[in-house]
């Protein structure tokens, strides 16, 4: 069974910033949250993790709350290549959840 | 980022037969590989993770005689889907895992898909 519950769906604007919620009000102290995406037919791709501290990169930002109970994706500047299914994840096997649609609209 | 990569990415085949799909990692030494299904609309259900020279460790549910994991090298592990039935027919997806599992992110084959008629 997956460890973390996400809306199933969401839509956003493009050009506008995409907050993705994810609950792990079960995760362990030494389990990393990842976030992955997975575009029609194709394989997950890697987006970020993190342990405590705010990440970001060159795709996104991972807020983590400070008790670790959920954590928040952020695309900055959503764009049509962006709609896919985006998955949150805290176990090391990866066991994903029905993770959240995320559909951008022009 | 690494890159692994599946082959074949679409394969059809007749019901009774068996089917090969190879997960290759090009860039790097894969200690640790792991092998997904997913249905339509579905998501990635883990099937087995398969270890560098050890024998692979199924999830519940899974048979083991039925879809046979290799793991001969740091590079290559291989799924195969013995006397397939076309209840087999998916998505089928490896990833493998660059650093230590707790702290690095795995990455994904572009998957397989399989049909059985």
């Known amino acids: 069974d997956a460890k973390t519950t996400q809306p199933p769906s969401m839509d956003c604007a493009e050009g506008r910033a995409a907050n993705l919620p994810c609950n792990h009000s079960?995760?362990?102290?030494?389990?990393?949250v990842y976030w992955y995406r997975q575009i029609h037919s194709q394989g997950p791709q890697y987006i970020i993790h993190?342990?405590?501290n705010n990440e970001t990169n060159e795709m996104a930002s991972l807020i983590i709350t400070e008790d670790r109970k959920s954590s928040t994706l952020i695309l900055p500047h959503a764009t049509l290549r962006d709609t896919a299914v985006y998955y949150c994840?805290?176990?090391?096997?990866?066991?994903f959840g029905a993770g959240t649609t995320v559909t951008v609209r022009a | 980022g690494a890159v692994v990569s599946q082959h074949p990415s679409r394969v059809i085949c007749k019901s009774g037969t068996s089917v090969k799909i190879e997960c290759r990692s090009l860039?790097?030494?894969?200690?640790?590989m792991f092998w997904y299904r997913q249905f339509p609309k579905q998501s990635l259900m883990l099937m087995a993770t398969?270890?560098?020279?050890?024998?692979?460790?199924?999830e519940q549910g899974v048979e083991k005689d039925k879809f046979l994991i290799n793991h001969a090298s740091l590079t290559l592990s291989t799924l195969t889907v013995t006397s397939a039935h076309p209840e087999d027919s998916s998505f089928y997806i490896c990833?493998?895992?660059?650093?230590?599992?707790?702290?690095?992110?795995?990455?994904f084959g572009e998957g397989s898909r399989l049909t059985v008629l």
């Open positions: 398969s270890n560098e020279g050890s024998k692979a460790t199924y």
């Open positions: 990833s493998a895992a660059s650093q230590g599992l707790r702290t690095g992110e795995l990455f």
């Open positions: 993190g342990l405590k």
């Open positions: 994840i805290v176990d090391y096997k990866l066991s």
């Open positions: 079960t995760i362990s102290g030494n389990e990393y």
């Open positions: 860039d790097f030494q894969a200690t640790t």
